[in-house]
């Protein structure tokens, strides 16, 4: 009697355990984000994010850090290529969300919490108009954090 009781508790925990992976897994759609990545970003950040030297800034391994910071969650969906996208707020959010997990494994925080739809709406606009001032701000303050993956000059 005792032992299936704890054959059960191990069933429910693996169900459990088995829907909340399923639940993070969709949480990204990730064709519909490469679709949308090639479609609206790819152009100018290059296939594989790594950006042009001297014009765009490489998304690999930065993004994760400037969400650890609340401004700098926003900035990533304030900067014009972002904000401006034809890209409704959903998939923008889902990008996003492609590319922190995709791009920024290693310098995203591990408290991330997904872009959502609303959030995006609520914050992406108006586009910044001072890009390079509040990145600069943003990469000092990563700095005093003691991080400086993030290049001051891309
Ligand atoms: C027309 C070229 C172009 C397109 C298209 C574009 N970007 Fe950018 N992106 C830039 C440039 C240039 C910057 C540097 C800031 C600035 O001048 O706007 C930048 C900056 C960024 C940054 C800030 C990174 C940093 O280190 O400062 C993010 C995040 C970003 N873009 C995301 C996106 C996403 C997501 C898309 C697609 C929805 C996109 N961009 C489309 C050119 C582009």
Same mark, same amino acid.
């Given at each position: 009697m005792k032992s299936r009781a704890?054959?059960?508790v191990a069933a429910c925990v693996a169900l459990c355990t088995a829907a909340a992976m399923q639940a993070q897994?969709?949480?990204i759609d990730a064709a519909r984000a490469r679709q949308g990545w090639v479609l609206n970003c790819m152009?100018?950040?290059? *296939?594989?994010g790594s950006g042009i030297p001297g014009k765009v800034p490489a998304l690999r391994e930065s993004l994760g850090h400037f969400v650890a910071l609340p401004e700098g969650r926003q900035?990533?969906?304030r900067v014009p290529g972002a904000s401006n996208s034809a890209l409704n707020d959903a998939d923008l959010a889902n990008v996003l969300n492609w590319l922190l997990a995709t791009m920024n494994?290693?310098?995203r925080p591990a408290s991330f919490k997904p872009y959502t739809a609303e959030e995006i709406a *609520?914050?992406?606009r108006p586009a910044l108009s001072d890009v390079a001032r509040t990145r600069l701000k943003l990469v000092k303050e990563l700095q005093e954090n003691g991080i400086d993956a993030v290049p001051e000059h891309y």
């Open positions: 704890v054959l059960a897994a969709q949480e152009g100018c950040h290059t *296939a594989d900035f990533v969906m494994e290693q310098s *609520a914050h992406r």
